[in-house]
């Protein structure tokens, strides 16, 4: 598939209050394809530009169960059916004491998913990004707050969208090369 | 409610100094945090500082080395003191780690925004703490080359380690612990490689910032998952965090030896631990904000917290004394009595005094306010509390195998000089690597100490 040579159109705000009603309009405008940018997370802007579904706990609460069965059984299999050593007249299955190293890899297994699983979500690490071709966007993990809407959402076209961005009062409005 | 919390009468401190001074805006704490980074250039001092920290961790490795050559023979380890130096030490360095958990986890939990401005260089401290808890039982095994079988790695003689142990669980627990905190501290600090990243004119500074931000660009999906994963990495840190101090004071309260046989280990192992990691936490924040300027990120309200909770934890750690010394008249064991005798009279009575002064009355001083929020006194404390908590380990270790059961096996333990090497090698190692840290990565949470200006909050 041929790339398109514009990735989206870009506004640039001052502040997350602006941003998070640029969001608010954009969507309820019915562009679907769209992502806000901010040095900092702001609650409730990814509910405006359509995000409803966080994977994560669900990966971490997998992490944790796998992690918690493979802490439990390990010490099974090693303790008393590969080399079950008498230990004191302990039973070979000393359930009890398997305990604590079944939890540690419940939260060993569980951390590991949460950030791995997060990046991965994310699609990170990406070392390329067609964002990044717009200078201004330097600053967006400073102290400004942007507004994208990709070109591959139904709705768009070059000047529509440049004119209805310039109506949300953003600092400036620039096209995204990818 | 604010005017009463506000008065400034009769030469009285703010009852709540601000969490951050006013008149900030995002660009300018951007600039203040990443500029200590990118553009100040470092001080003699500095270098004065690693130099001494970088010799001293050179004498650490030369002490190591000596001793694989030599073996444990080296130390003042004997029987019956077959514990010494590596395990007080071991378990005072783990210690001090705890309190960059309880900052950057528990705190969150518990919305204490004060912390954002301290969670990233304690959480450095955790790491650095752990890094130097970990040699010691490492070189402490005898055959360090063969230390791998601590862990269940399958080999030619097919036995695998016993879980039944407390120092298997400990392996685990230690490790857990390490590899939770270095991916915390690294979340944590993927948006500020990104601010870096932005603000640096340098190429080669740009393209490794870069690579460690993996192309972080803010997008608001991007934040959402990554807040949950921090939180629910804050929540799983939090049991973890506790659990590891618990299976630390496990390696001794299962063990039948009088003064270590004992309930009230876990509890008070976890309190002592974030006793002295706070001080940890303030012997570290004084100097940093002084020498970088910082005191307008690092205000009074952190120190004043910092020294709340110090003196909290410093009394559930002198409850734990009481209960100990209780429990030897109570419990009518004469073993667990002679313990108590022996501390106050034995021949380590001196250690133990100091251990009292250090740890339970001189930090009552904390209740003044003005002690409170005077660095330089907050500093000094700060130094007389990580003396008692270390004097406090050795007291349990040394002190209770000193004295066991039968007088015929009693002994006594004096550290050497590699002993000594090692240990004031791994406080340089820790301070080495503190100030890399400070000037490879940013000390204070950028993104976080921008969430925290009044110009962040929305309404929707």
Redesign the interface.
């Given at each position: 598939m041929k790339r398109d040579p514009i990735y989206g159109m870009m506004a640039e705000f001052d502040?997350?209050?602006a941003l998070?009603d640029a969001?608010k309009y954009t969507h309820e405008a019915g562009y679907q394809k769209i992502?806000?940018?901010?040095?900092?997370?702001?609650?409730?802007?990814?509910e405006?530009?359509g995000?409803h579904h966080?994977?994560?706990?669900l990966v971490?609460l997998i992490g944790g169960i796998v992690g918690g069965l493979t802490?439990y059984l390990?010490?099974y299999w090693?303790?008393a059916v590969?080399?079950p050593?008498n230990?004191g007249g302990?039973p070979y299955h000393?359930w009890p004491?398997?305990i604590?190293?079944t939890?540690?890899?419940t939260?060993?297994f569980?951390?590991?998913s949460?950030?791995f699983?997060?990046?991965a979500?994310?699609g990170?690490?990406?070392?390329?990004?067609p964002?990044?071709n717009v200078p201004r966007?330097?600053?967006?993990?400073?102290?400004r707050f942007f507004l994208i809407v990709f070109s591959s959402d139904k709705k768009y076209d070059a000047s529509g969208t440049r004119k209805f961005l310039e109506g949300l009062a953003p600092r400036s409005v620039s096209e995204v090369p990818s | 409610m604010d005017e009463q919390y506000n008065t400034t009468d009769a030469g009285r401190a703010p009852v709540t100094a601000p969490v951050i001074e006013p008149g900030y805006?995002?660009?300018t704490v951007?600039e203040k945090i990443s500029a200590i980074v990118l553009t100040r250039p470092a001080s003699n001092g500095w270098f004065i500082g690693f130099g001494v920290a970088f010799l001293l961790t050179q004498m650490m490795l030369f002490a190591i080395a000596y001793l694989f050559l030599k073996g444990i023979g080296i130390w003042g380890d004997t029987i019956p003191i077959g514990w010494g130096f590596a395990i007080v030490n071991f378990v005072w360095w783990i210690g001090i780690g705890h309190a960059g958990t309880l900052i950057s986890a528990i705190l969150l939990l518990l919305r204490q925004s004060w912390r954002n401005s301290i969670n990233r260089f304690a959480e450095a401290m955790t790491l650095f703490a752990v890094a130097c808890a970990g040699i010691f039982p490492a070189i402490h095994v005898g055959r360090p080359w063969l230390a791998y079988w601590l862990f269940?790695i399958p080999n030619t003689m097919?036995?695998?380690?016993?879980?039944?142990s407390?120092l298997?669980?400990d392996v685990?627990?230690v490790s857990?612990y390490a590899?939770?905190s270095a991916?915390?501290w690294?979340?944590g600090l993927i948006?500020d490689l990104?601010?870096l990243?932005?603000?640096t004119d340098n190429k080669a500074l740009k393209i490794i910032y870069?690579?460690f931000s993996?192309?972080?660009?803010?997008?608001?999906?991007?934040?959402?998952?990554?807040?949950?994963?921090y939180l629910?990495?804050a929540g799983?840190?939090t049991?973890?965090v506790l659990?590891v101090h618990t299976?630390v004071s496990?390696d001794f309260a299962i063990g039948i030896v009088p003064g270590w046989h004992t309930t009230i280990f876990p509890p008070y192992f976890v309190a002592g631990a974030i006793y002295s990691g706070f001080a940890m936490v303030l012997m570290l924040a004084i100097p940093i904000r002084k020498i970088y300027g910082l005191e307008d990120f690092i205000t009074e309200r952190h120190l004043q917290n910092s020294a709340k909770v110090m003196l909290a934890t410093g009394l559930i750690v002198a409850y734990g004394y009481g209960i100990e010394a209780f429990m030897g008249w109570y419990s009518g064991d004469r073993y667990d009595a002679f313990t108590l005798w022996n501390r106050l009279h034995g021949p380590y009575a001196v250690p133990y005094y100091m251990l009292l002064a250090c740890n339970i009355f001189i930090p009552q001083t904390l209740w003044i306010r003005k002690l409170r929020t005077s660095p330089v006194g907050l500093f000094i404390i700060s130094g007389v509390i990580l003396v008692g908590m270390w004097l406090e380990r050795f007291i349990i270790v040394v002190v209770s195998l000193s004295r066991d059961f039968l007088t015929s096996s009693w002994g006594m333990y004096y550290p050497t000089r590699w002993d000594w090497m090692t240990y004031i090698g791994t406080i340089g190692m820790f301070l080495a690597a503190m100030f890399l840290f400070l000037r490879i990565l940013p000390a204070i949470s950028i993104?976080?100490m921008?969430?925290l200006l009044p110009?962040?909050?929305?309404?929707?």
């Open positions: 502040s997350p209050q998070i969001a992502d806000a940018y901010s040095p900092f997370p702001i609650e409730g802007l990814a405006e530009i995000f966080d994977e994560v706990p971490v802490g390990m010490q090693m303790s590969d080399y050593i230990v302990k000393s004491a398997f604590v190293i939890f540690e890899m939260i060993l569980a951390g590991i949460a950030v699983g997060m990046l979500l994310n990170l690490p990406m070392p390329y990004h964002v990044f966007f330097a600053l967006a993990s400073k102290d | 805006t995002f660009g951007t269940p097919g036995v695998w380690p016993q879980f039944r407390p298997m669980w685990f627990a857990t590899t939770i991916l915390f690294f979340i948006p990104g601010t990243r932005d603000r870069g690579m993996m192309g972080w660009r803010g997008s608001a999906r991007h934040w959402h998952r990554y807040e949950t994963a629910l990495l799983l840190a049991p973890l659990s299976v496990f993104f976080e921008r969430t110009e962040a909050e929305v309404k929707e």
